[in-house]
């Protein structure tokens, strides 16, 4: 079974753009969370989906959102790009929401370098 | 404010020794704590989770301790291997759901040959 793939892998951008992440889940799985992992700040929370809907938001602003397809992929953007937004951003999926957490699953992440 | 910490940023071990990692954490709501591992470019894979009705599991070298007095729950590696160098990851959840897990900022763990 082919894992979490997360595209692009590397991303470049310019303070003030806007970015858009994939991630595909396993297959059969339904659940998908995002995070955001940071030197400073270690791996933070941004949302959850389930069933194209979100279930759990962090505390991020609402310059970061995302949304889920009805195959489960789900895409996260980024409007007005700032330099803290660089980052390594994660995509977990598991088979249901509210599941156990040891049933979560990452992907390799998408490096996004603000400039 | 930091829910779950991980005080010590990194940790050296001889190989065929025991590591021991640290977490710690302020949420009295927390009831799920997992262990993840991460190599440089992959992500986050789970290693061994404790429920907190228990105090104690164990999954072949690895083993968490949690003290729920104390707050703090710890990884024991035995004996350590060079493969076993990567950041860890401590996570805790409440509601025993995977939505919003809370991590610590992780420890490096570098095992010498």
């Known amino acids: 079974k082919a894992g979490v793939t997360q595209t692009p892998r590397y991303l470049i951008k310019t303070r003030g753009q806007q970015v858009t992440l994939s991630c595909s889940p396993i297959s059969g799985h339904r659940s998908v969370s995002w995070y955001q992992q940071t030197p400073g700040q270690g791996l933070q929370f941004l949302f959850e989906y389930f069933s194209e809907t979100q279930r759990n938001k962090g505390n991020f602003p609402g310059r970061f959102s995302g949304r889920q397809f009805s195959n489960s992929r789900s895409e996260m953007n980024v409007s007005t790009l700032e330099l803290g937004d660089s980052a390594l951003y994660l995509c977990?999926?598991?088979?249901?929401?509210?599941?156990?957490?040891?049933?979560?699953?990452f992907g390799p992440g998408t490096r996004l370098t603000v400039l | 404010d930091q829910q779950v910490k991980q005080n010590s940023p990194s940790l050296s071990v001889q190989e065929g020794r025991i590591s021991i990692l640290n977490c710690d954490y302020t949420n009295s709501m927390f009831d799920y704590f997992l262990w993840y591992k991460k190599y440089p470019a992959e992500g986050p894979t789970f290693l061994i989770s404790?429920?907190?009705?228990?105090d104690k599991n164990e999954d072949g070298r690895f083993t968490v301790f949690l003290n729920k007095s104390a707050k703090h729950l710890s990884l024991h590696i035995v004996p350590s291997q060079p493969g076993d160098s990567a950041v860890y990851f401590c996570a805790a959840s409440a509601g025993g759901s995977q939505g919003n897990l809370i991590f610590g900022k992780g420890t490096k763990l570098s095992v010498k040959p």
């Open positions: 977990a999926s598991s088979p249901l929401a509210g599941g156990p957490p040891d049933t979560q699953y």
């Open positions: 404790i429920s907190s009705i228990k």
